[in-house]
C-alpha cells in the first residue's frame, strides 16, 4: 500500500512517480528506473563489509557498504553516492544512510532507517532544512519502518516515498529540483543489508 503524502506537502509540491523500472523489487538492488524527466541507473554496489570504526559514530563493529548510480535529465548527467550503516547485521532496514549528488560536501542528506527513525537533515543549495519519517499509508494504517520522509524548512521543501514517488516545492529551479531529486533517488535504491562472515 502506498505512502500517504501530507497534504500540506501534496498541495506546494509538483509530483514524480518511478516508471520503466527494472530489477525493481527490494532484494534485486533496484538497478534502474525513470523519473519523470530524470532517469537512474549504472547502479554500482559495494560489497557488504563489517569494520572497527563507524561512518556516522555508531561506535565499533559496525557493518558498511555503499552504492553509486548516475543520474540524467537527458542533457546534464550528475552521480550519486550513498553509505549506509547498520548497527548489527539484520535482514530488515536499520541503522543510517546518508547521499550527496555531485562534489563531496555540498548536497547531502543523512537519514535514519529502520523503526526506530528520528529526524535527519538535508543539506541544498546551502540551505539545511529537516526530513521527518512518515508512516502513514493511503489507507490509514501505520507503518513501523518509515514509508517516507517530508523536508521541511520554512516550508515544505518536498518529500520521498521509498517505493517510488518524490514530491518537489513548486517554484524551485530546473537545476535544483534536478539536485533534490538526485539526492532522494538514492533512498529508492537503499536495501536490507546481511553481512555473512568469510568462510575459513
Given at each position: 500500500m502506498a505512502m500517504r503524502a501530507p497534504a500540506d506537502v501534496a498541495a506546494q509540491s509538483e509530483p514524480l512517480s518511478a516508471s520503466d523500472r527494472h530489477s525493481w523489487g527490494v532484494n534485486k538492488g533496484r538497478s534502474s528506473f525513470s523519473m519523470g524527466p530524470y532517469r537512474i541507473d549504472?547502479?554500482?554496489?559495494?560489497?557488504?563489509r563489517q569494520t572497527g570504526y563507524s561512518v556516522f559514530g555508531f561506535g565499533n563493529?559496525?557493518?558498511?557498504?555503499?552504492?553509486?548510480?548516475?543520474?540524467?535529465?537527458?542533457?546534464?548527467?550528475?552521480?550519486?553516492?550513498?553509505?549506509?550503516?547498520?548497527?548489527?547485521?539484520?535482514?530488515s532496514y536499520s541503522g543510517k544512510l546518508a547521499c550527496r549528488c555531485g562534489a563531496p560536501g555540498k548536497d547531502t542528506f543523512t537519514v535514519d532507517i529502520g523503526a526506530d527513525a528520528k529526524e535527519g537533515t538535508l543539506t541544498l543549495s546551502g540551505q539545511t532544512y529537516r526530513m521527518s519519517p512518515l508512516h502513514e499509508r493511503e489507507s490509514g494504517h501505520k507503518s513501523d519502518e518509515p514509508l517516507g520522509y517530508r523536508i521541511d524548512g520554512a516550508q515544505p521543501l518536498g518529500a520521498v516515498e521509498l517505493e517510488g514517488r518524490v514530491w518537489t516545492q513548486r517554484g524551485l529551479s530546473e537545476d535544483t529540483r534536478a539536485q533534490l531529486v538526485c539526492m532522494l533517488s538514492g533512498l529508492m535504491l537503499v536495501r536490507p543489508v546481511t553481512y555473512q562472515r568469510p568462510t575459513r
Open positions: 549504472d547502479v554500482a554496489r559495494e560489497p557488504v563493529q559496525r557493518v558498511l557498504t555503499g552504492y553509486a548510480y548516475a543520474f540524467s535529465d537527458g542533457s546534464s548527467h550528475r552521480e550519486g553516492h550513498c553509505a549506509q550503516e547498520q548497527g548489527k547485521p539484520t535482514t
